[in-house]
């Protein structure tokens, strides 16, 4: 019989934190998700929802308090919860740029910090970070996403190996584009520069068109239902075919890669 697992996932109301948070439940691992509002999903789902914005010291503090309440151990932890700022670079103000890594990376760093003693005092624990395509190349008009992406990149990186030596995992997962909510409820960069009034709706009308085509989020739900039974899982896992094939273009031939984005974006 599979091992049934306990499993936190910050962001489990909507997309694929809602797909995978589901698709655990359902293999019957005991999973808590979390929401800032979870009264408002509480009933439309099939696992446990805790109270939780990664933003606050003190409701990570609150919420992990309130998970070791209800269970002894924790298995694995999924930084999920993300949000993302779109706009030109120069258009975007510092306060919204700094809005943009305190969810995607300080949130994910504050959630980290406070399950780590559990994990050592189990000397056993599986991190597994929702990482990005945006955390390997550079997206246009989703400047400050992809620098969070990379910075958790980096992050997961070194944790890994401090770790390692306690039977703690890290994992990332780098999704290309899937269609879920965060195209929809993204921040909207407000300092409007004239001189980008050519390029900006060309480049936000692609990013949205290809949000609407991708695939559905349960392909990443598969996915992370298989890295959480896996006895010894990879530093990471790409998810779709952008995610794996344009990394690798980028790397091997990057002159072909780069003028394909320039297009891909309709700035060529
Ligand atoms: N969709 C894509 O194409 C794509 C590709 C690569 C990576 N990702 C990453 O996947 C992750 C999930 O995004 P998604 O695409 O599934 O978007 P989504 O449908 O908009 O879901 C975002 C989730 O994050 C939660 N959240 C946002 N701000 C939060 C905060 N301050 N504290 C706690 N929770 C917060 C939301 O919960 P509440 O609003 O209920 O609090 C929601 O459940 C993100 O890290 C994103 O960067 C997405």
């Known amino acids: 019989m599979r091992e049934k697992k306990v499993v936190f996932i910050t962001g489990a109301s909507s997309g694929f934190g809602l797909s995978i948070a589901n698709k655990l439940a359902s293999e019957g691992h005991k999973v808590y998700g979390t929401s800032r509002a979870p009264a408002k ?20 503090r609150d919420c992990i308090q309130s998970l070791l309440s209800r269970t002894e151990r924790i298995d694995a932890v999924i930084n999920n919860a993300g949000v993302a700022v779109v706009g030109a670079i120069e258009e975007t103000t510092l306060e919204q740029a700094k809005f943009q890594f305190e969810t995607n990376l300080w949130g994910c760093v504050r959630v980290t910090k406070a399950v780590l003693p559990v994990f050592r005092r189990q000397r056993k624990g599986h991190i597994i970070n929702i990482g990005s395509l945006a955390g390997l190349v550079g997206v246009p008009f ?44 993204f921040v909207s960069a407000t300092e409007r520069i004239s001189d980008y009034d050519g390029i900006r709706p060309k480049v936000l009308s692609a990013l ?50 780069n003028a394909g984005a320039k297009r891909k974006f309709r700035l060529a």
Not at 155 to 167: A, C, G, I, M, V
């Open 142 to 185: 989703e400047g400050f996403y992809t620098a969070s992406k990379h910075a958790l990149e980096g992050y997961s990186k070194s944790l890994r190996y401090e770790l390692e030596t306690f039977n703690i995992r890290v994992t990332v997962i780098e999704p290309g584009f899937f269609k879920t909510n965060i195209h929809h409820s």
């Open 41 to 60: 999903v509480k009933e439309r789902v099939n696992f446990d929802m805790l109270q939780l914005d990664v933003t606050s010291d003190e409701s990570v």
């Open 208 to 257: 949205l068109a290809s949000a609407e085509n991708a695939p559905p989020p349960e392909i990443v739900a598969e996915l992370v239902s298989k890295v959480i039974r896996t006895q010894n899982p990879k530093f990471s896992y790409r998810a779709g075919k952008d995610a794996r094939l344009f990394p690798i273009l980028n790397f091997f031939f990057p002159n072909i890669y």
